[in-house]
């Protein structure tokens, strides 16, 4: 039988993230990342073991940097892998697969023509994502299966309530103008997390999971169930986020393009790139740089953490309400997982739902799970790093062994 070895591919347009998974143990044999591929020259972060190496060299095309991954996997006194053929299979990150994917599929034509018509949902990130499928297969053919993990499935059952604009219903019919939600690979890993370590008990409870990072998105999750989410048809709706507004008024874009004479593209730039904590702070996006400068007493960190935080609050309490109360909060992403004023603020503010916070298990420096409520906390919240590569491995595992390809 051939060893459980997958690859897990994220590729940019310009970059490729990978890691070499044995699923027998759940283990990272490799991780790299190839940065600035058909930009002069490529630089390759590569990871065995303790050995970090990291070069340059030119790299024109995805498929010159699969061939680079291959080859840094299978050289070596001791490689991870001893040859490509090894591979059981090959993981990939998509981000968007519209109503046409609710869960993994195996990659053929037909997968990827469907990836294709919904370039138009995800501009930026589906043709890279392709770029990486089609440089694969080159490399393989038919002869690794391939698995797309989409990160817009784990929404897919949210109800026709949650996931309409309450716009004219042709645009949905002709469009599918409508909320999809992202971060669904991120969500979906820290709730199985839940499961897995606190207890097959919390499977059917009611947990809202917050995954804060630069990118920002809550997800109401019943029975596990995606009932709601943040994020809408794009990455843009929602929370306050390193450089993305959020939530905002339809009317106050044609207001501002008229008073600053804007174009769309100088809208959509302003709302993507320099909003969020950048744009009401007027000086970073990090969260950790906000924390700093608001304990030097900046009004403009201050600002930023005040708006971040009420938003926050806001969409936790309405998520409460939408499913008739709240068992769990789980907190991950680099704010999640590590933000400890962020963290006590916002379980302050929910201790009407029933959250009692233990500050010394919210400010230990530990690494992985943790709970970080009280014994007799009516609701408990957990802090569950997320490991969006891990799960795709996981998918990519999970359905091959159910096809019998493994």
Not at 148 to 174: C, K, N, S, W
Not at 272 to 282: A, F
Not at 337 to 351: C, I, K, N
């Amino acid at each position: 039988m051939k060893k459980p070895l997958i690859l897990v591919l994220n590729s940019g347009s310009s970059s490729i993230k990978f890691q070499l998974f044995d699923m027998s143990a759940e283990t990272v044999l490799a991780r790299g990342l190839i940065e600035r591929i058909g930009l002069d020259i490529a630089t390759i972060h590569f990871q065995v073991g303790d050995e970090t190496y990291k070069q340059a060299e030119e790299i024109w095309s995805h498929e010159g940097a699969i061939d680079v991954i291959l080859r840094l996997l299978t050289d070596g006194k001791k490689p991870p892998l001893s040859r490509k053929e090894a591979l059981a299979g090959i993981g990939h990150r998509v981000v968007h697969g519209g109503e046409a994917f609710q869960a993994p599929v195996l990659i053929d034509d037909e997968v990827i023509r469907v990836i294709y018509e919904h370039i138009d949902l995800a501009p930026l990130h589906n043709p890279a994502n392709l770029k990486g499928i089609e440089a694969t297969r080159a490399q393989f053919g038919n002869w690794v299966p391939m698995v797309a993990v989409f990160d817009t499935a784990f929404h897919q059952t949210m109800g026709e309530e949650a996931y309409l604009y309450a716009i004219p219903y042709t645009l949905y019919r002709r469009h599918k103008v409508r909320r999809y939600g992202f971060h669904g690979t991120s969500h979906h890993y820290v709730w199985e997390e839940l499961i897995r370590l606190a207890g097959d008990a919390w499977r059917s409870r009611k947990v809202v999971s917050l995954h804060l990072g630069n990118g920002a998105s809550a997800c109401a999750i019943q029975a596990g169930k995606v009932v709601e989410t943040s994020m809408g048809m794009t990455p843009l709706e929602g929370l306050v986020m390193g450089t993305r507004s959020g939530d905002i008024d339809p009317a106050v874009l044609p207001y501002v393009m008229a008073k600053e004479d804007l174009s769309i593209a100088e809208v959509q730039a302003m709302l993507n790139k320099h909003s969020g904590l950048l744009g009401l702070s007027e000086k970073t996006s990090d969260m950790r740089e906000i924390l700093a400068f608001m304990f030097e007493g900046d009004e403009g960190a201050d600002r930023a953490f005040r708006v971040f935080m009420h938003r926050l609050k806001k969409y936790v309490g309405a998520y409460a309400a939408t499913m008739g109360g709240i068992d769990a909060l789980i907190l991950t992403g680099g704010i999640g997982e590590h933000a400890a004023p962020v963290r006590e603020a916002l379980l302050a503010g929910l201790s009407f739902l029933g959250f009692d916070l233990d500050r010394r298990a919210n400010v230990e420096k530990k690494d992985g799970f943790r709970r970080i409520t009280s014994d007799t906390s009516r609701a408990h919240a957990f802090v569950i790093p997320t490991d969006e590569e891990r799960f795709i491995a996981r998918e990519t595992y999970r359905l091959l062994k159910a096809e019998g390809l493994l």
